[in-house]
């Protein structure tokens, strides 16, 4: 070898599978005694750890990689049916949609609800007609953009439909904040049941919200779950194999920090700390497959802000209108009061805490 060149590490071809899937049993529900009993049953394995940057929140994840089939958990693997295949991208999709609003929204940011009239309403199943009208409507927020010397909206939107559960067609739309409020909400021209509000962030960031509006839902054919903008910025996702113990000291594998976060799970908050010092944490969870007797460990955290930080942003939001609605009887095309659909509302996203503490989606 020429001197200078450093040596290649090794490639390590790992068999990809859904590890959340595979390790879902909380180890909250085990006794001490069958944990011990899992360490003294299982084979030596690499450990990732996964790093999931978006916006102030941190995502990690920490799983084993097998190089063989027969080492995988069969929940964890890919089957050949159409309802398992649906519910992992389903899954799929609520996790990536929640982290690219954490990625590329703030406080200053908004989400609309748009409803339909009965004059407007698309027909039943027709998608494709729903989907135009949020079209054409990115189109005039737009050109009323350019007139005020911005350029093009960033967005992310869900439609919900489900005439089984009578909730008539709706869109739930994410959108950056530089224009005015009331631009926005005249820009939609098939119903003016509608509702549009500052975006809140809690200390999950703006996750309830994002779990909220790509919950699981009952779909016609072919529909997409989502819809975006192309001017997002994507999550920061890095993958590795080793660690310091704190900020110095020798790289450790991975493997070598499970068992202490496994047997003492007060324990994660600290050694978090340690590798992430900028920033703090917000929850953690262990879960384990008896397949193989392995665990998987997923924790949040989010940036650390200075106090000058904190006062700068209760200061912006003070100055800001926080909402622009109209909730009489029908906004959302559902059946009930509009102060009920409110109050349903206010449950799924004032509470946020609520469905962040929602460790697995």
């Given at each position: 070898m020429e001197?200078?060149?450093?040596?290649?590490?090794?490639?390590?071809?790992?068999?990809?599978?859904?590890?959340?899937?595979?390790?879902?049993?909380?180890?909250?529900?085990?006794?001490?005694?069958?944990?011990?009993?899992?360490?003294?049953?299982?084979?030596?394995?690499?450990?990732?750890?996964?790093?999931?940057?978006?916006?102030?929140?941190?995502?990690?994840?920490?799983?084993?990689?097998?190089?063989?089939?027969?080492?995988?958990?069969?929940?964890?693997?890919?089957?050949?049916?159409?309802?398992?295949?649906?519910?992992?991208?389903?899954?799929?999709?609520?996790?990536?949609?929640?982290?690219?609003?954490?990625?590329?929204?703030?406080?200053?940011?908004?989400?609309?609800?748009?409803?339909?009239?009965?004059?407007?309403?698309?027909?039943?199943?027709?998608?494709?007609?729903?989907?135009?009208?949020?079209?054409?409507?990115?189109?005039?927020?737009?050109?009323?953009?350019?007139?005020?010397?911005?350029?093009?909206?960033?967005?992310?939107?869900?439609?919900?439909?489900?005439?089984?559960?009578?909730?008539?067609?709706?869109?739930?739309l994410v959108m950056d904040g530089d224009l005015d409020m009331d631009a926005v909400e005249k820009a939609w021209k098939c119903g003016s049941r509608n509702e549009v509000r500052r975006l809140e962030k809690d200390k999950f960031g703006l996750s309830g919200m994002a779990n909220y509006i790509v919950k699981e839902k009952e779909r016609v054919k072919s529909e997409k779950r989502w819809n975006s903008s192309q001017n997002l910025t994507q999550p920061r996702i890095r993958v590795v194999h080793s660690k310091r113990p704190a900020a110095g000291g020798n790289y450790k594998q991975i493997g070598s920090f499970v068992d202490g976060m496994v047997k003492n799970r007060e324990s994660i908050p600290e050694q978090l700390a340690k590798w992430y010092p900028d920033y703090e944490f917000t929850d953690s969870a262990v879960y384990y497959n008896d397949f193989n007797c392995m665990f998987y460990i997923h924790a949040r955290m989010r940036k650390r802000r200075s106090e000058h930080d904190t006062k700068a942003g209760k200061k912006t939001r003070q100055n800001m209108p926080r909402n622009r609605s109209d909730n009489r009887s029908g906004a959302h095309g559902t059946h009930g009061s509009g102060s009920s659909q409110r109050s349903k509302r206010e449950k799924a996203t004032g509470g946020t805490a609520k469905a962040g503490n929602q460790r697995k989606n």
């Open positions: 001197q200078g060149k450093k040596r290649k590490k090794p490639r390590r071809n790992f068999i990809p599978y859904d590890y959340e899937a595979a390790y879902a049993k909380s180890l909250e529900d085990m006794h001490e005694w069958f944990v011990e009993q899992m360490f003294n049953h299982r084979k030596k394995v690499v450990y990732a750890l996964k790093e999931i940057k978006a916006g102030e929140q941190f995502e990690v994840e920490i799983y084993p990689q097998f190089k063989s089939m027969d080492e995988v958990p069969p929940e964890g693997l890919k089957k050949d049916n159409t309802k398992a295949q649906k519910n992992l991208n389903d899954k799929n999709a609520r996790k990536y949609v929640e982290r690219l609003i954490n990625e590329n929204f703030t406080d200053r940011d908004i989400w609309i609800t748009l409803t339909y009239d009965d004059e407007h309403l698309p027909p039943d199943g027709d998608i494709d007609a729903a989907i135009k009208n949020m079209q054409n409507y990115i189109r005039r927020i737009n050109y009323q953009r350019k007139k005020q010397g911005f350029g093009n909206c960033k967005y992310i939107y869900v439609t919900e439909y489900n005439p089984d559960k009578e909730i008539r067609w709706h869109h739930h």
